[in-house]
């Protein structure tokens, strides 16, 4: 469960305050429904990469300069 609450500082009988939750905004509830693994071909087809992709990380890896400099 996912929720977003603000928190909310109360006058209390001592120095420190009591601290109250107030939820706001959406709240989610996340549920796994799987309960067994897909086929090996599934997987494969899950997992490609179009060769524009790879092709775009590369020329974005070669492009990168990195500069060292032996005085801090």
């Known amino acids: ?26 709240a989610f509830d996340f549920v796994i429904r799987r309960s067994k693994l897909g086929s090996e071909l599934m997987y494969k087809d899950a997992m490609k990469v179009s060769r524009t992709i790879k092709v775009a990380a590369a020329c974005i890896m070669s492009s990168r300069v990195y500069h060292y400099s032996e005085s801090g």
């Open 1 to 26: 469960m996912f929720v977003t609450c603000r928190i909310l500082l109360k006058k209390s009988g001592s120095r420190t305050p009591r601290i109250e939750l107030e939820e706001i905004g959406p």
